[in-house]
């Protein structure tokens, strides 16, 4: 069974509704990912959280705002998203220093925007 | 030549064949890589870490080439429960994330 935990699994929202996704692990990793992936295409780098500050943005949209409120717990907060915002949200975490190490997935939130 | 690049397959076998898939990379730095497995609508689970010329595990064995930049999975005896997609993975220049290939999708058949 997966330590990376994810809620909710499942989440169908409107182009005007407010959301958020939310990801906890307690192994201690100080790297935080999230990653979205559609259908029969790999997983894409959104966000990347090192000691609870945002690494790296891969360029996404602002009307994706994620958040680390501390090591164990990250967050994704969606609004005003676009039918083709539908996808998997997959969240990881790994420990720092990825030579030698590899990061873990959670079962990821499924997210229907209609 | 692309950061990870994998033949995305179907690869269709019968049960108890051996299947290999290959995976090239462009970052001659890589000292790490993995082979991860996806099942339909799951998410992405670790297979196997290869940190130097390959490794072993079971039926699954995955080898590294870095003079030609590539990796290999090597899977003996083929299980109907093998059936899935293969990402390999690459750590970004940098160690600062990984890098996914497409995937290569494997349907064992009895």
């Known amino acids: 069974d997966t330590e990376v935990t994810q809620t909710p699994k499942h989440l169908v929202m409107g182009m005007t509704n407010k959301k958020s996704l939310k990801c906890e692990q307690h192994m201690g990793h100080r790297a935080m990912y999230w990653y979205k992936q559609k259908a029969k295409k790999p997983p894409e780098l959104m966000f990347v959280?090192?000691?609870?500050?945002?690494?790296i943005n891969e360029s996404v949209p602002s009307r994706f705002s994620p958040e680390c409120p501390n090591s164990s717990l990250l967050n994704l907060h969606l609004h005003a998203l676009q039918p083709e915002d539908s996808a998997l949200y997959l969240c990881?975490?790994?420990?720092?220093?990825?030579?030698?190490?590899?990061?873990?997935f959670g079962e990821g939130s499924w997210l229907t925007v209609v | 030549r692309k950061e990870v690049e994998q033949d995305p397959g179907p690869f269709n076998v019968p049960e108890g064949a051996t299947v290999a898939f290959n995976c090239t990379y462009s970052?001659?730095?890589?000292?790490?890589f993995f082979w991860y497995r996806q099942d339909c609508r799951k998410e992405p689970k670790l297979l196997m870490s290869?940190?130097?010329s390959g490794n072993e595990d079971g039926r699954f064995t995955a080898q590294l080439n870095r003079a030609s930049q590539y990796i290999s999975l090597l899977i003996r005896d083929s299980k109907l429960s093998d059936s899935a997609t293969y990402l390999c993975v690459v750590p970004r220049a940098g160690y600062s994330t990984l890098t996914f290939g497409k995937g290569t999708m494997l349907l064992v058949s009895p």
């Open positions: 290869v940190y130097s």
């Open positions: 970052n001659s730095a890589s000292q790490s």
């Open positions: 959280y090192s000691y609870e500050k945002l690494s």
């Open positions: 990881a975490s790994s420990p720092l220093g990825l030579s030698g190490n590899t990061i873990y």
